[in-house]
């Protein structure tokens, strides 16, 4: 730089006044982490270095339309139960959105939303992935999304959501019950049963 570029830079700078404040308030109230960053966190405490918990594949995907219903339900999952979570009637617990998200991105955000929903004991649970008709090939998100969810341990049953929901972007995901919910549910067992002798 010369001498008069050097000049020419400090007239320019010569109004500039020091910042009283140094300090960055953004006025972001604090939300906490999500579910799956919850869950994530956990999982990470302890882990064996290069094992990767999630055991969700993307070897080989069953491709699905955009327009395709997803309807899944394992034996010993009862009608009734698959009717009303079909049809929206359960109270959402939880809700992921995978929209933006790659492949490998959604892998990790189902894997671990779902891991973290079932630990707290949430039981419907909705995940949007979108129906994918823009991309290319379709519905690369939506194929996966309905071969994980087959995959994963916790999920009893899943079907595309209503409407008001998403619809053939979303689908709604019934999780098992944890070991404390089904405490809590053997210890209300007892007691009803208990009244009735």
């Given amino acids: 730089m010369s001498q008069d570029d050097f ?3 400090k ?5 500039v006044q020091r910042l009283k404040n140094d300090r960055v308030n953004l006025h972001k109230a604090n939300e906490g982490p999500s579910i799956a960053q919850q869950a994530r966190r956990e999982a990470a ?6 094992v990767d918990p999630n055991y969700l594949t993307t070897d080989f995907v069953e491709p699905v339309l955009p327009n395709d219903w997803l309807e899944y339900k394992k034996d010993g999952v009862q009608e009734g139960v698959y009717k009303k979570l079909r049809l ?3 109270t959402i617990d939880a809700h992921i959105d995978l929209h933006r998200r790659s ?4 892998r990790e955000d189902v894997f671990y939303f779902l891991s973290g929903s079932f630990k707290r004991g949430k039981r419907a649970v909705l995940i949007t992935h979108g129906k994918g ?3 290319h090939p379709q519905a690369v998100l ?3 999304v ?7 341990s916790a999920v009893l049953a899943f079907h595309s959501a209503q409407k008001q929901h998403g619809g053939l972007g979303s689908v709604y995901v019934l999780l098992k019950k944890n070991d404390e919910e089904k405490q809590i549910n053997r210890e209300l067992f007892n007691k009803g049963f208990g009244k009735r002798l």
């Fill in 103 to 106: 492949v490998n991105e959604a």
């Fill in 45 to 50: 405490v302890g882990r064996k270095p290069n």
């Fill in 146 to 152: 309905n071969h994980w969810l087959k995959q994963h």
């Fill in 133 to 135: 008709e823009r991309s």
């Fill in 142 to 144: 939506k194929s996966h």
């Fill in 11 to 15: 007239k320019e700078l010569s109004d």
């Fill in 88 to 90: 929206g009637k359960y």
């Fill in 7 to 9: 000049e020419l830079f």
